[in-house]
């Protein structure tokens, strides 16, 4: 390592970084300017063809107009913001705050690390193998590996854009404590000699990495490459999404959703649940039939607890973490979590 | 000769995290051996948590994400 490439690095207010700051705040601008655009937009869409806008298929018209800006800019936003908080964390920082917690505090604090720790589930395994030979508890682990997918930028920006931040937040909240008490309940249980056998005789040290030196523009660039990634791999589930959202805006009717859906189906919420645990969609994808189905009547917490089931637990995920858990093991992964969020879907039609 | 090993269980990041690796080496004019580290028993040996990494002549560089071309430059040349 040479002194140049050290001073290269350091942050600093160089012309480039006012640049590069400068940019980013006139693309804000921008974005929110063309934002408050977007209900003139999708009327003058609707305008342009010969459907009446009351119609069934002029509603749908104007939700899909409407949406797909207003979700793919919320997204791109919201993944920009967080591929700048990430760039703060990393999984073997996160492994080193949790390695010798005990449980309770550990699985608390897994739960709310996965929700800024970079994380992809291609690297699920080498991440779960990394924690539990590094002395991070089982419960504590899953805790995070419950916690990641689920409660994740995407989510959580869809849902305070499209349906309001009070529903954002509550989400937030029951995603965490699912985490926290699955985690620890499956750290209760003492599952160690569940996991496949090779995993447990596996004895490594964490590394100690080089210090990496990011400046103000290396995170921004963080963002940006986030935005590319996520974005670019998210927008046709993004678009399918909307698509259904909009055709159950302009045709199912409300009547049969309160009926199916509404608060009064006590088995709705045990049927969305398992309707949604092998659904394999992304928060992008599922977020905007979320809230048609809200909009058109559907009881809040059978609509989240459909909404977790199919971003938390998924047939591919289960087969990537088949390579680590024994099957037992698995079937206990989703009975506790699944559980998690029947009570959260009948607890939230209880209470509101 | 550097001995480089990329760990990664061949997902496309590691792909082409191997492939910026032989690029910079030729580039710079370093001779590298470069592999892939698939298998995820020897992955975790390690002792990363994240994947694609990057092993140079057995000292771990990186792990998680695609690496920074200057930076690949830089641990080359040390």
Not at chain 1, 75 to 81: D, E, H, I, S
Not at chain 1, 254 to 263: N, P, T
């Amino acid at each position: 390592m040479s002194l140049g490439s050290i001073t290269e690095h350091a942050p600093g207010a160089s012309p480039s970084t006012a640049k590069w700051i400068g940019g980013t705040i006139a693309a804000l601008i921008l974005w929110s300017l063309i934002y408050s655009q977007l209900v003139p937009f999708a009327e003058w869409v609707v305008a342009l063809t010969p459907v009446d806008p009351k119609s069934h298929l002029g509603e749908a018209i104007s939700f899909f107009a409407y949406d797909t800006p207003k979700v793919l800019m919320l997204l791109t936003l919201v993944v920009f913001g967080m591929g700048v908080v990430r760039s703060f964390f990393s999984p073997e920082k996160t492994r080193a705050l949790l390695a010798g917690k005990h449980e309770g505090v550990g699985n608390v604090l897994a739960a709310s690390l996965g929700i800024v720790t970079p994380f992809c589930s291609c690297s699920a395994v080498p991440l779960f193998i990394g924690f539990i030979s590094a002395g991070v508890p089982l419960g504590v682990t899953f805790s995070f590996l419950i916690s990641a997918p689920m409660v994740n930028e995407v989510a959580l920006g869809l849902l305070f854009g499209l349906v309001g931040w009070k529903v954002a937040l509550t989400y937030l909240g029951f995603g965490l404590a699912v985490a926290i008490v699955s985690g620890w309940v499956i750290g209760r249980l003492h599952l160690e000699h569940w996991l496949e056998e090779w995993v447990r005789n596996i004895r490594s040290s964490a590394v100690e990495l080089p210090p990496e030196e990011l400046s103000a523009v290396d995170r921004i660039k963080a963002g940006i490459d986030a935005v590319h990634e996520i974005v670019g791999k998210v927008w046709p589930w993004v678009i399918a999404g909307i698509a259904t959202g909009a055709f159950i805006h302009g045709y199912v009717p409300s009547d049969l959703l309160v009926l199916i859906m509404g608060r009064d189906a006590w088995w709705s919420v045990p049927a969305a649940v398992v309707i949604g645990i092998p659904m394999y969609s992304n928060a992008a994808g599922i977020i905007p039939v979320v809230e048609a189905l809200i909009t058109k009547g559907a009881a809040l917490g059978t609509v989240l607890a459909f909404m977790m089931a199919v971003i938390a637990l998924s047939l591919p995920e289960m087969i990537i973490l088949r390579k680590v858990l024994t099957i037992r093991l698995i079937a206990v992964f989703v009975g506790v979590v699944g559980t998690g969020i029947l009570a959260v879907g009948f607890l939230f039609n209880a209470l509101f | 000769m550097k001995d480089i090993k990329v760990l990664g269980p061949g997902c496309a990041r590691c792909t082409t995290t191997a492939e910026m690796v032989q690029k910079e080496a030729d580039k710079l004019g370093i001779p590298v051996k470069v592999e892939k580290v698939t298998d995820y028993a020897a992955i975790a040996g390690y002792g990363i948590a994240s994947t694609p990494g990057i092993v140079i002549d057995g000292k771990v560089v990186h792990a998680g994400g695609l690496p920074k071309s200057e930076d690949l430059a830089r641990w080359l040349a040390a």
